[in-house]
């Protein structure tokens, strides 16, 4: 008797296009223009199936023409490439200070690129003023409000998914409403998520920086305030209330505990490493300087007292670390903040020095390599997975 109640085996027809043209998409975004025999060889379809595939993405407005090969054998191929106008993305890197926007097509080229100071905001006005700065950038990039697929905003805090409210970000006034995002959605049409700016640090340094191709890794981020990033087999691991990485809160030898993290207070590894911290520390060692990034620039001009105040400043970021690593056992580390990139090469290995004396695990450590913003390169990354999901897989 035949059991008709299991799904068959085979994909079906439109399953297995879907696949061919997701693969198709991808390996165009990976390698730029592709003719029809290149991604036929790439893909392993024959010239016949690559050719309706394209077709089918060109009419979808998925691939556009771009000239064609030259200087080989026989006639001249048509090159192909995503579409730029498939989809438009945005990305915001928030502080307390200033908001960063970025705008990008969804082959990930940036359009525009905007900052505006939050100074004399209030707290009601947080999505007027998102709104318009959000605005001012699309404006730039050229293209008609309401044009966005998707924005990711990066914060110093955790979106906690039982309640919706930002979490361990009370210095960052008007952004704790439980309806920002629909608020933000509802005022400018287009889908709004929140992420962690260390998290999205981590994801700007996997897919473009110092942990591309690595799955286990941990970002340790510092700067005005101390955090983590962990990914774990190629994921992020963001914890049940979305706080995974709130390392400035981290009993750690050498700094004070925090009694009660609801309050405001000192201690634990931001009261040993964070910016503060760090002018203190420059100070003791007569290191005088206005922010922790100067104090650690002079560091490296000054012999003898600059020696001796990196060589502090590392075995305290390592205490942090070694904390960290004997509970993930990463196969990487990233340094990554203001901090460890005024540092530069000399405290990365200062940092790796350091730790290999206080922790049985010994992962290598990097500096960051992704340039300007990591927050904002990984808002629109984010960003652009899921624009390219939907874009993708509906046509």
């Not at 929140?194 to 981020?221: M, P, T």
């Amino acid at each position: 008797m035949t059991d008709t109640t299991r799904p068959p085996l085979a994909g079906t027809p439109s399953l297995l296009r879907a696949i061919n043209d997701r693969a198709a998409l991808e390996l165009l975004l990976a390698n730029g223009p592709l003719s029809r025999t290149q991604i036929g060889t790439l893909t392993g379809l024959s010239k016949p199936t690559a050719s309706q595939l394209l077709t089918r993405l060109e009419a979808a407005g998925l691939v556009v023409p771009v000239g064609t090969t030259a200087g080989g054998p026989g006639p001249n191929a048509q090159l192909y490439q995503v579409n730029p106008a498939a989809g438009y993305v945005a990305g915001l890197d928030v502080t307390t200070t200033h908001v960063r926007i970025a705008v990008a097509d969804i082959t990930g080229t940036t359009l525009a690129e905007h900052q505006v100071a939050t100074k004399g905001w209030s707290a009601a006005g947080t999505v007027e003023k998102v709104g318009e700065a959000l605005a001012a950038t699309v404006r730039q990039a050229g293209l008609a409000d309401g044009g966005l697929h998707q924005v990711v905003i990066g914060v110093p805090g955790a979106l906690d998914p039982a309640t919706g409210k930002l979490r361990y970000a009370s210095h960052l006034p008007g952004w704790h409403s439980p309806r920002l995002l629909a608020d933000l959605e509802a005022a400018l049409g287009t889908p709004f998520s929140i992420e962690n700016d260390v998290n999205l640090a981590a994801i700007a340094e996997q897919a473009l920086g110092a942990a591309h191709g690595c799955e286990d890794f941990v970002l340790l981020w510092a700067e005005e305030g101390i955090g983590a990033a962990i990914v774990i087999a190629g994921r992020l691991h963001r914890g049940f209330t979305g706080g995974a990485g709130e390392v400035g809160y981290m009993p750690v030898p050498g700094a004070p505990v925090v009694r009660d993290v609801r309050r405001r207070n000192s201690g634990g590894f931001q009261e040993l490493a964070g910016a503060d911290a760090v002018l203190e520390l420059a100070a003791a060692h007569r290191l005088a300087a206005g922010t922790a990034e100067e104090a650690v620039d002079l560091a490296l001009r000054t012999e003898g007292d600059g020696d001796a105040f990196l060589a502090e400043l590392a075995e305290r970021i390592a205490v942090g670390l070694a904390v960290i690593v004997s509970v993930v056992d990463p196969e990487l580390l990233v340094l990554s903040g203001g901090i460890p990139t005024a540092g530069g090469e000399r405290l990365r290995a200062l940092v790796e020095e350091a730790l290999a004396l206080i922790s049985i695990p010994r992962p290598e450590v990097r500096r960051s390599t992704v340039p300007g913003s990591p927050v904002l390169h990984g808002a629109l990354q984010r960003a652009l997975a899921t624009a390219r999901e939907a874009a993708f897989t509906t046509h």
